[in-house]
């Protein structure tokens, strides 16, 4: 509220530039955080389970201010206190593995760190895939880092979290996502929705799934071989 009158779409809109301005350096360094985290849990689950590091990729991102407009912008700009309220995917990762075994697991596992703080319940859409097809499981997490802050004219340090949304999928399902993302999401943003288009995707995407369940025996050849070698080594 602003003395007492709602606020109008432009002041939200200057509040969350301000909100955007104010903390940029705090997000990248919450992004490098989060990837780190990511990074140190990856490294961890493809060690106990035979696999090469690259098994398990981390990438992360700090949404830029006009997409960040665009999305409070979809959502009809609702009041907000803070626009992470709102917008919850302002720092992303996608977590993206070879095998889609991989994807339950590692989830447990960032469920089970004590450095990451997951909020509410996750949203599978690998069980239940969309109607696009797109497929990956969502988790919002909450990360820990030290806000600097210049009040009085002396500098304080506080500590702070701020949500992340974290994506896991294969990387089969990523490069479906990867591909279609310009061609649907943003033609359904633009208005344009077409049945027959989507119904191709939604088939592309069960072929890529049912690849996916396919590959799971190069996974267990690799770990095989992973075991033998690790046998002659002893």
């Given at each position: 509220?602003?003395?007492?009158?709602?606020?109008?779409?432009?002041?939200?809109?200057?509040?969350?530039?301000?909100?955007?301005?104010?903390?940029?350096?705090d997000?990248?360094?919450?992004?490098?955080?989060?990837?780190?985290?990511?990074?140190?849990?990856?490294?961890?689950?493809?060690?106990?389970?035979n696999?090469?590091?690259?098994a398990?990729?981390i990438?992360?991102?700090?949404?830029?201010?006009?997409?960040?407009?665009?999305?409070?912008?979809?959502?009809?700009?609702?009041?907000?206190?803070?626009?992470?309220?709102?917008?919850?995917?302002?720092?992303?990762?996608?977590?993206?593995?070879?095998?889609?075994d991989?994807?339950e697991?590692?989830?447990?596992?960032?469920?089970?760190?004590?450095?990451?703080?997951?909020?509410?319940?996750?949203?599978?859409?690998?069980?239940?895939?969309?109607?696009?097809?797109?497929?990956?499981?969502?988790?919002?997490?909450?990360?820990?880092?030290?806000s600097?802050?210049?009040?009085?004219?002396?500098?304080?340090?506080?500590d702070?979290?701020?949500v992340?949304?974290?994506?896991?999928?294969?990387?089969?399902q990523?490069?479906?996502?990867?591909?279609?993302?310009?061609?649907?999401?943003?033609?359904?943003?633009?208005?344009?929705?077409?049945?027959?288009?989507?119904?191709?995707?939604?088939?592309?995407?069960?072929?890529?799934?049912?690849?996916?369940?396919?590959?799971?025996?190069?996974?267990n050849?690799?770990?095989e071989?992973?075991?033998?070698g690790?046998?002659?080594n002893?």
């Amino acid at each position: 509220m602003n003395n007492g009158k709602p606020l109008d779409t432009e002041e939200l809109k200057n509040r969350a530039i301000r909100f955007f301005d104010k903390y940029r350096q705090d997000l990248e360094q919450i992004r490098q955080l989060l990837s780190i985290r990511l990074t140190q849990l990856a490294l961890a689950y493809t060690m106990e389970n035979n696999l090469p590091p690259e098994a398990v990729a981390i990438l992360t991102r700090v949404k830029p201010l006009k997409s960040f407009l665009k999305k409070l912008e979809q959502k009809g700009w609702p009041l907000f206190y803070c626009p992470t309220e709102i917008v919850q995917d302002l720092i992303g990762a996608r977590v993206i593995c070879w095998f889609i075994d991989d994807c339950e697991r590692i989830c447990q596992l960032i469920t089970s760190s004590k450095h990451l703080r997951i909020q509410g319940e996750r949203k599978d859409y690998i069980k239940k895939p969309k109607l696009s097809g797109y497929r990956s499981i969502h988790l919002l997490a909450h990360v820990g880092y030290d806000s600097v802050q210049r009040k009085n004219e002396k500098i304080v340090i506080t500590d702070e979290t701020m949500v992340c949304e974290i994506q896991v999928r294969t990387k089969l399902q990523d490069a479906w996502d990867d591909i279609t993302h310009e061609f649907h999401y943003k033609a359904k943003g633009a208005g344009i929705d077409d049945k027959v288009y989507e119904k191709k995707l939604s088939e592309i995407a069960e072929r890529l799934a049912n690849e996916d369940y396919s590959l799971l025996t190069l996974r267990n050849a690799y770990q095989e071989l992973a075991n033998k070698g690790r046998g002659k080594n002893r």
